[in-house]
């Protein structure tokens, strides 16, 4: 049982390049979301998914797309990179929307120069 | 306006100080609250969850909620240098809204 797996660790990006951020788990979770967290403002939500197929806005959502086909899966894509998009993203999961309890990966460092 | 609010800090205390934690929140609605350690380089990972109003033990950490007042605080008692870590206060209805996180550092 490996929980939430992020992969890479570390990235480095030109602007103007894409990629995507891969986020599996292992837990049969319904919920799963995207944070970006940068020095001083914590943890914001960027987009989730309550389910395969559904999938919402959250806090900051420019620049960034997701898609839920499976119900392990959540990568975050980064359509065209800039300079602030530098932070760190965490992928999280959950079973329900109340008090369950969150299930983070490991982080992805992502450097846009 | 966030829909949680934390202060930064950071904040240093020596071995043993009680440290005290606080959030507000703006949603009446919001029935859990929940607070998340975090250590450097590492995810967040959950330390405390409380429902509704009132205040949960459990050990040398104590949660407290006041509806009233939509207030969240955390007290750690006899504080340790294992607990240096930064600490997130969240509140729980369909998404999961964090505070900005309070980096707490106690010196031995």
């Known amino acids: 049982n490996a929980g939430v797996t992020q992969t890479p660790k570390f990235q480095v990006l030109k602007t103007g390049q894409s990629m995507t951020l891969q986020c599996a788990q292992d837990m049969n979770h319904e919920y799963m979301s995207w944070y970006r967290q940068d020095p001083g403002m914590g943890l914001r939500l960027i987009h989730y998914?309550?389910?395969?197929?559904?999938?919402d806005q959250g806090e900051v959502p420019n620049g960034y797309n997701v898609s839920r086909s499976t119900t392990e899966d959540f990568p975050l894509r980064l359509l065209s990179a800039a300079p602030s998009q530098t932070s760190v993203y965490f992928c999280?999961?959950?079973?329900?929307?109340?008090?369950?309890?969150?299930?983070f990966g490991q982080g992805t460092r992502l450097t846009v120069v | 306006q966030k829909e949680v609010e934390q202060d930064p800090g950071p904040l240093s205390v020596p071995e043993g100080a009680i440290v005290s934690l606080n959030c507000t929140y703006s949603?009446?609605?919001?029935?859990?609250f929940m607070w998340y350690r975090q250590y450097s380089r590492k995810g967040p990972e959950l330390l405390m969850y409380?429902?509704?109003?009132g205040n949960k033990e459990d050990g040398r950490f104590t949660a407290q909620v006041d509806k009233s007042s939509k207030y969240i605080s955390l007290f750690i008692r006899d504080s340790q240098p294992s607990d240096s870590a930064t600490y997130l206060c969240a509140t729980n209805d369909y998404k999961l809204s964090f505070g900005a996180g309070t980096t707490v550092t106690v010196r031995a």
């Open positions: 409380t429902y509704s109003s």
């Open positions: 949603n009446s609605a919001f029935q859990y």
């Open positions: 998914s309550v389910g395969a197929g559904i999938t």
């Open positions: 999280a999961s959950r079973t329900g929307t109340s008090n369950t309890e969150a299930f």
